[in-house]
Structure formats: structure tokens, C-alpha cells
């Protein structure tokens, strides 16, 4: 863990956001879990256990019928190969998925989407630290986003984390995770935390504020600062001078993204919360068809 002996990491209170924990409504929604790569099974096992139904999701037609997606945490590179049209031996079965998806979401007004960790990556509209040559996106939430923001495997942790709406801290699970740089003013940050970025993402975040033209942040105090002991160390104040405030959770319309692990736990409150999303989006597309084939009927 010694790339995170330098930093430290806050979580910081949340504002008053309009966001619930999840109610009682015991419908049952069909979503759909990415099953490209990565933790879709852990996904599919809390919402099952919350008694919505799952399918996983492999091409476009897996799309037809559904009332919601989750995009879960695993590597987004590789789901995008996975997703290219065309390799060494022609299409693959889930070529153009992505287009599709990203027709049915309409920028948070459409399908309810929830992505975790690499799925806050592939929701974003634009991300900074890619591979080589870059990787396919689905896009739609009006934001940019840092992969690899705190680090490597091995930097990974845990931080209990405040959120508006939910009673008491969440267990964030944060592992190779990204963190968003950008929010647009569609969407509302839900979740943040104050830290560094790590070594190899640090010239990617330092390109993107300048080509945006931000500020350099007030460096934040460190913990030994904070407490008035007598010597502070030069790794914390190092750390402390790189520290930035990020966002870890958003939502945009029917888009719900964290950049750490909810599946990985045993607290069910984020996917209580998307569940409602696909509850009340599944509702008004139910009262909208009723209403068109009414006006249909009365024109006829």
C-alpha cells in the first residue's frame, strides 16, 4: 500500500440532495446486468435479493423489455474490446451494443442506468487516463471522469461514506476506482472525497484543469495539521498540496453512478435507490402507453 502512505482520503458531508434510500414498493422490475466482464453476478445477486428479475446482458437484444441496467465495476477497457464491431476474427456478438444502449438511456431521460466503478467509466462522456489509442464509451452523463484516480490494486481501501438521503455512513469500497473530474449542471453530486491522485493519474488530472482553465485548489490541511501536533511530516504536506475534492457519486435524470463497489457489500441502499428509479421511470412509460393507445382510440 505504499502509494497511499502518502495521501490521506476525506470523505466529506453531504449536501441536501433530493435522494431517497429506497422505498417499499414491491414491483417487480426486469434489469438487465452488463455481463461483458467484471462483477455482473454480484450485481444480479443483490437485486435479485431485493425481488427485482435479472437478465444478463451480452448483445443488443438483451436490451428489449427491460426496465433498468446496471454496468458493474470490472476493467472498462476490456468490455469495450469486447464490444468492438470488428477483431482479428470479424464482429463479435455484442458488437454495437453500446450504440444501443446509449440510444435507449437519452441522456438520463430514457432507460434507467446504474453504473459502478468501471460502469461510472463507461456512462461518462468523457475520460481522461485512457489507454493508448482510447476506448469505446457509452456516454450520456454530462461528465468527466479519471480512471485510476486513487491507484493501483493495492492502493485499494475502504471509507465510510456520508450520503444525503441514507441514515448513517455507506461501507465505500473503492478499488482501481475513477473519480469524476466534471459534473454538468444536469447532474447532482451526491457523494464526495478529498484526496490525491495517484502518481500515474496526477499528469492526466493536472492537463484537464488547465485545459479547463481551474484554479489551483487551496491545499487542504493535513491530519497532522488538523490535530496541532508539533511536526508534520513532508510526505503530508506533499499530500496535502495535491489533494483535490472529487466526486464519487452522481445522478443525472435516470443515471446513477458510484465509483466504488455497493455489490461487494452488504449494505443494499444504493441499489434500493435504483430500484425505485426503474420502479417510477417503468410507471410513467406504463401511463404514457396507456395514454397514447386512449388517444388512439378516440381518434379512431
Not at 446486468?33 to 444480479?44: C, D, M, N, P, R
Not at 468492438?84 to 444501443?100: E, I, N, Q, W, Y
Not at 432507460?111 to 463507461?122: D, H, S
Not at 482501481?176 to 490525491?196: F, H, K, S, Y
Request: hydrophobic share 40%; glycine share 12%; charged share 20%.
Amino acid at each position: 500500500h505504499g502509494e497511499r502512505n502518502a495521501t490521506w482520503i476525506r470523505a466529506a458531508p453531504p449536501r441536501q440532495l433530493p435522494m431517497t434510500a429506497g422505498g417499499e414498493d414491491t414491483t417487480t422490475p426486469t434489469v438487465g446486468v452488463l455481463a461483458l466482464q467484471g462483477s455482473f453476478k454480484e450485481h444480479a445477486r443483490v437485486l435479485e435479493g431485493l425481488g427485482a428479475a435479472t437478465r444478463e446482458v451480452r448483445c443488443a437484444a438483451d436490451l428489449d423489455g427491460l426496465d433498468g441496467i446496471v454496468l458493474p465495476g470490472g476493467e472498462s477497457s476490456a468490455m469495450g474490446v469486447l464490444e468492438t464491431a470488428a477483431g482479428d476474427f470479424g464482429p463479435t456478438p455484442s458488437a454495437g451494443l453500446f450504440a444501443a444502449l446509449k440510444t435507449r438511456l437519452r441522456r438520463g431521460r430514457g432507460l434507467p442506468a446504474y453504473g459502478t466503478c468501471a460502469g461510472l467509466i463507461l456512462l461518462s462522456d468523457e475520460a481522461v487516463g485512457q489507454k493508448a489509442g482510447g476506448q469505446p464509451l457509452v456516454g450520456g452523463l454530462d461528465a468527466t471522469v479519471c480512471r485510476n484516480y486513487f491507484g493501483a490494486q493495492v492502493a485499494s481501501f475502504e471509507v465510510p461514506l456520508e450520503t444525503s438521503g441514507f441514515a448513517g455512513t455507506f461501507p465505500a469500497v473503492f478499488i482501481r476506482a475513477p473519480a469524476i473530474l466534471r459534473l454538468g449542471d444536469e447532474a447532482t453530486p451526491l457523494a464526495t472525497v478529498t484526496a490525491a491522485p495517484c502518481a500515474a493519474a496526477r499528469g492526466h488530472v493536472d492537463a484537464f484543469r488547465r485545459s479547463n482553465h481551474e484554479a489551483e485548489p487551496e491545499p487542504e490541511p493535513s491530519p497532522s495539521k488538523k490535530a496541532k501536533t508539533t511536526a508534520a511530516s513532508s510526505s503530508d504536506d506533499t499530500a496535502a498540496s495535491d489533494n483535490h475534492r472529487v466526486i464519487v457519486a452522481a445522478r443525472q435524470g435516470n443515471l446513477l453512478v458510484t465509483a466504488f463497489h455497493p455489490e461487494l457489500t452488504q449494505d443494499t441502499r444504493w441499489h434500493r435507490v435504483f430500484l425505485d428509479i426503474c420502479r417510477t421511470h417503468a410507471a410513467k412509460a406504463g401511463g404514457d402507453d396507456k395514454a397514447a393507445t386512449n388517444g388512439a382510440a378516440s381518434t379512431a
